[in-house]
Every structure is written in structure tokens, then in C-alpha cells.
């Protein structure tokens, strides 16, 4: 069964030397993903004595405690932004509309691009 195709309505940017980009339906999904892919998957030595509170938070479901104590660990911040993200499709923009908007942009004002 394919997935239903859902335009992310939150994303997160995860400051590592080569940034860590995620995509969430919203809020509340993107700091339970990060709990899952970043907090949870981090080596428990980065913790140090906090290790206790942070996989509590995790087991009770405190994802943004968990994300904090995550940051304060390791210090890499992490960008987080909730709205809504256009995903750009084929369908929704195919090479015959591409073209046409390329045409009537900005760039090309007072130009026809036919003699170019």
C-alpha cells in the first residue's frame, strides 16, 4: 500500500559539521522524531551522569526534555521551524509550466526570451 503523500507542517536542522535535515507532519512529530533518530541513537557516554533523566525522558515520552538534555550534552543546537513546507512535485511543476514561469520571471522583464 502506497503512503499517503504529506507536506511537512514542521522541520528540524541538527547543526552537526554536515547538517542532519528531518521532515514531520508538525510539531509534535518532529520532537518525537529527533527523540527516536538523534537523542535515542546517541552513545549513552555522551550523557554522563545525566543518563538516568534522559532515558526517562524518553520512556515517558518527554520529547523535548529529551532533545534538551540532548543539546546541553553534546552542544550541537538544533534549528527547529514549525510551518508548513511546500513539496514540489512533477505534477505540480512540470516542464511546460517551468517553462512558462521562467519566461514571465523577474529575470527576463523587458526581454523575450525567444531571441536569446
Excluded at 500500500?1 to 536542522?13: C, E, F, K, L, R
Excluded at 538523534?38 to 533523566?53: K, L, N, Q, R, Y
Amino acid at each position: 500500500m502506497p503512503a499517503t503523500s504529506i507536506s511537512p507542517g514542521a522541520w528540524a536542522v541538527v547543526n552537526y559539521d554536515t547538517p542532519q535535515i528531518f521532515l514531520a507532519e508538525n510539531a509534535a512529530v518532529i520532537s518525537r522524531l529527533i527523540a527516536l533518530k538523534v537523542v535515542a541513537a546517541t552513545d549513552p557516554s555522551v550523557f554522563g551522569e545525566s543518563i538516568p533523566a534522559v532515558r526517562a525522558h524518553l520512556l515517558h515520552q518527554r520529547w523535548p526534555e529529551a532533545v534538551l538534555a540532548w543539546i546541553d550534552a553534546t552542544g550541537t543546537t538544533i534549528d527547529v521551524y514549525d510551518e508548513y513546507v511546500p513539496v514540489w512535485t512533477d505534477r505540480s511543476l512540470d516542464d511546460e509550466l517551468a517553462s512558462m514561469a521562467i519566461r514571465t520571471s523577474k529575470l527576463f522583464e523587458g526581454h523575450d526570451p525567444e531571441h536569446i
